[in-house]
């Protein structure tokens, strides 16, 4: 058994920012970070889809502390590379312990235990960072007659060796995976069909553009809340701004109530309009043998089908997590400030937003972590306990990825303003740490 200060769990943009701030604020604390896979970067080692790349601009995902000197938009590898410098940069890579997954996570005696697939170890605090999804399990909607299907079906969570040059694709899914993925497939296929039950809000960037992070800042959030309060006329502008858009091609949800996706210096609206390209707004009814039926009764031959159909979300990793020798139910708690559960002491966990960009959030969580372990310090508190207060959970968004999920998560929140980037930066930094809401002892 190991004994450190802090266990990490996730190299990923969480568990980097996490590191960061902890190896800033205390040079003295000892830490350990566990990732199950065998490099670190997470999403953007995990993800190598053809296209991949971010939909944030990179001012506002790249670290403050090590600014992104690249594109506006990050290609996966460089995002993947950046990652990877960023931890070299801050010699965090030797407290990254490959290839070991944690099965479950324990409170007894004012200690965790967290047993691995190697050497378990004993912490004071522990910070989950293993992201928002399900890794081993995406959305993976079934068809009738799937075994009919004389082709092959990869999903973009599990890419593999997928070859494309050539064939007939075919692309199941609207979100910004599949609009991301859509120019980089037509190059090299012979045809591609887009499958779509409901387009997708798709907005242009300029790759040339140059900006700063507090610019950006601005632009995203007067954006999002422009098109919150006035829904309608933003809409109508969106739909006016794009031709891709017409009476048949038109968003079934509202501007923002997922992240838009990104067409590149036009590159999707360019590709679509391509010979090889046909879109076809319509469910799969079954599979054929040479491809797919759908229920507006076309038939899309094809020899390869991508399922772009995106995520199950997943909080804490799915670890099973103990306190004092009795499992937690997620579902039974209360999410404290979207960083911690209630009844369940030292622990905190990461999550993202989704109108906005998911570091920002990242790092100043990692740093209202920090002021919390100060805190405890200075007033030589051992254990921090959120309580079971708060308002009964809403989804943040109205994606079916959240809607899936809503009984794996807390059945309540506190103080969780998780569409509200500056509302929360501000929180963070300036409100009481002792706020009447967590036990302190
Ligand atoms: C294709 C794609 C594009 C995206 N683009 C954007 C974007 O443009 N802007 C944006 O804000 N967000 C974007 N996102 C969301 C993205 O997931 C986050 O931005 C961010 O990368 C999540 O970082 P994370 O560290 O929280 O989690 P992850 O990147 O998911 O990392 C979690 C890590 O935890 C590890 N882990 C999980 N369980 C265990 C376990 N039991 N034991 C040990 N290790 C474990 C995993 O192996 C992984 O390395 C995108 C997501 C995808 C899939």
Redesign the pocket.
């Given at each position: 058994m190991d004994k450190v200060d802090v266990v990490i769990?996730?190299?990923?943009?969480?568990?980097i920012s996490s590191a960061y701030y902890l190896q800033k604020n205390f040079p003295d604390l000892t830490y350990k970070v566990?990732?199950?896979?065998s490099d670190l970067?997470?999403?953007?080692?995990q993800?190598v889809f053809p296209g991949?790349r971010?939909?944030?601009d990179m001012y506002t995902?790249g670290f403050t502390f090590n600014p992104w000197e690249g594109s506006i938009i990050g290609q996966g590898k460089d995002i993947k590379n950046y990652l990877n410098d960023s931890a070299q940069k801050f010699n965090m890579r030797e407290h990254i312990l490959f290839d070991?997954?944690?099965t479950s996570m324990s409170w007894n005696d004012n200690q965790w235990t967290t047993k691995t697939t190697r050497n378990d170890f004993i912490s004071q605090y522990i910070i989950c960072?293993?992201?928002?999804?399900d890794?081993k399990y995406p959305n993976f909607p079934k068809f009738k007659d799937e075994n009919k299907y004389q082709g092959e079906i990869v999903h973009t969570q599990d890419w593999g060796n997928a070859e494309i040059k050539d064939k007939n694709v075919a692309i199941i899914g609207s979100g910004?995976?599949a609009v991301t993925m859509t120019p980089a497939v037509v190059k090299e296929a012979k045809k591609v069909t887009l499958i779509q039950r409901s387009p997708a809000w798709i907005v242009n960037v300029d790759g040339d553009e140059k900006s700063t992070r507090t610019y950006k800042t601005y632009e995203t959030l007067i954006d999002y809340f422009h098109s919150r309060i006035f829904k309608k006329s933003y809409k109508k502008k969106v739909l006016a701004k794009y031709p891709y858009y017409n009476d048949t091609n038109v968003p079934s949800y509202d501007f923002w109530d997922q992240?838009p996706a990104c067409s590149l210096n036009n590159d999707y609206f360019d590709s679509v309009k391509s010979e090889k390209v046909s879109l076809e707004l319509s469910e799969v009814e079954n599979w054929e043998a040479n491809g797919i039926k759908l229920k507006n009764g076309n038939i899309v031959n094809c020899d390869l089908t991508i399922m772009a159909t995106g995520?199950n979300a997943q909080l804490l990793?799915g670890?099973d997590v103990f306190v004092n020798k009795k499992k937690v139910n997620l579902n039974d708690t209360s999410w404290y400030r979207g960083m911690m559960f209630s009844g369940i002491p030292n622990l905190f966990a990461?999550t993202?937003?989704i109108n906005f960009?998911?570091?920002a959030r990242?790092e100043i969580v990692s740093e209202r972590i920090c002021r919390t372990v100060k805190y405890m310090q200075k007033k030589q508190f051992a254990t921090c306990t959120p309580k079971y207060v708060g308002k009964t959970s809403k989804p943040a968004i109205e994606a079916n990825y959240v809607l899936r999920s809503m009984d794996k998560f807390p059945n309540r929140s506190y103080k969780f303003y998780n569409s509200n980037y500056l509302l929360e930066y501000l929180i963070f930094k300036w409100t009481r740490i002792n706020d009447g809401a967590v036990d302190f002892v």
């Open positions: 769990i996730g190299s990923g943009i969480a568990g566990i990732e199950a896979r970067g997470g999403t953007w080692d993800m991949v971010s939909d944030t995902y070991t997954k944690v960072c293993t992201g928002s999804r890794y910004c995976t992240r995520l990793g670890i990461h993202g937003y960009s998911w570091t990242c």
